[in-house]
């Protein structure tokens, strides 16, 4: 609790409620912060690591805008213009669909794959949080978070 002031710089909060959110808020920037840092060599923005994520789960069945915008982690990203930039470095294929014109197949390419494969063995997210808590308080994070979303 202590640390959580510190590092806001709030002398008091209102109620622990408060105190939650403001936890809750503080430590997702902490998180994105230590993924973004994580992969700044790969050339990745985390969006876009995101959607290769999907696109290699479908793999090697393409996937549209519109699975990606239901499965994409950040709601407010445009699903549409993290494709292209992926298209752009090589590392998705955009084809047109065969059964409906209007709409654009899209997938992983080998070297999407092969720099997932890269990621996958120099990144690994779990460490940022295991060097904190045990197994055991994770688990129970899990738990709390699922729970106060309802």
């Not at 640390?3 to 998180?31: A, P």
């Not at 794959?113 to 940022?128: E, P, Y």
Request: net charge positive; glycine share 4%; with cysteine.
């Amino acid at each position: 609790m202590r640390q959580l002031k510190k590092q806001t710089k709030v002398s008091k909060f209102e109620n622990v409620y408060q105190q939650t959110v403001v936890n809750i808020c503080f430590t997702y920037h902490w998180g994105n912060k230590k993924v973004k840092d994580a992969l700044v060599p790969y050339d990745v923005t985390q969006q876009q690591y995101n959607v290769l994520r999907i696109l290699k789960k479908q793999y090697p069945s393409p996937s549209t805008i519109n699975l990606i915008r239901t499965q994409i982690l950040d709601k407010m990203s445009d699903a549409s213009r993290i494709v292209e930039r992926l298209v752009q470095k090589g590392l998705v294929d955009k084809t047109e669909n065969n059964y409906d014109k209007r709409a654009v197949d899209i997938m992983i390419s080998e070297k999407g794959l092969a720099l997932l494969k890269k990621l996958d063995k120099g990144i690994d997210l779990s460490k940022f949080i295991a060097k904190h808590i045990t197994k055991e308080e994770a688990t129970q994070l899990n738990v709390l978070l699922d729970k106060l979303r309802g």
